[in-house]
């Protein structure tokens, strides 16, 4: 008798292997696209800073600090100082937060502190985003329509314009 091969071998067939070729274009393309839409995207940032904790003592300076703190209640704005000689509340004005008015305030303070560019923003946790930026924009920036106000250059003596109103926001009373 011949000897029989085992049909098993002879009709296995070779597997075929995954083409991935069209997955790589995709996923390429897909990043491609991602970077060319990053590319549009604008992203604004409000510098401000966080109170930090040191060992270290400030330099000693000749005139006490304003410290002056906005603090954002139910009521309104709660305005005061470290020096103890402001304290006033802007309410609100038909349920919304009186900008308008903390502005014109503010005003008055910077002319009367010059050269104090410091402000401590605490607003509550429930306040919104958006809120939070248009407060932030009436405690930093002078508008056109404020009084021009003039300060000494205290390296040249030459007198300049005031730009800003209270440039550094510093947070504070974050954890409630």
Do not use: C, W
Not at 54 to 76: D, F, I, Q, R, Y
Not at 109 to 135: L, R
């Amino acid at each position: 008798m011949a000897y029989k091969q085992p049909t098993r071998r002879k009709n296995q067939r070779d597997r075929e292997t995954l083409n991935l070729i069209p997955i790589l274009d995709s996923v390429f393309i897909f990043l491609f696209f991602l970077l060319m839409s990053s590319q549009f995207l604008k992203i604004y940032e409000i510098g401000s800073d966080i109170p930090i904790l040191s060992a270290a003592n400030p330099p000693p300076s000749k005139e006490k600090p304003l410290g002056l703190t906005v603090e954002v209640t139910t009521k309104g704005f709660e305005v005061s100082t470290s020096r103890g000689n402001i304290n006033f509340i802007v309410p609100k004005a038909g349920g919304e937060y009186d900008l308008e008015t903390l502005h014109s305030k503010l005003v008055g303070i910077k002319k009367a502190n010059i050269y104090e560019n410091q402000v401590i923003f605490e607003p509550q946790v429930d306040v919104e985003y958006q809120q939070i930026i248009n407060m932030m924009d009436a405690m930093r920036t002078m508008r056109n329509s404020d009084d021009l106000l003039t300060r000494k250059n205290k390296k040249t003596g030459i007198d300049e314009v005031v730009k800003e109103l209270f440039n550094k926001i510093v947070f504070g009373n974050l954890m409630s």
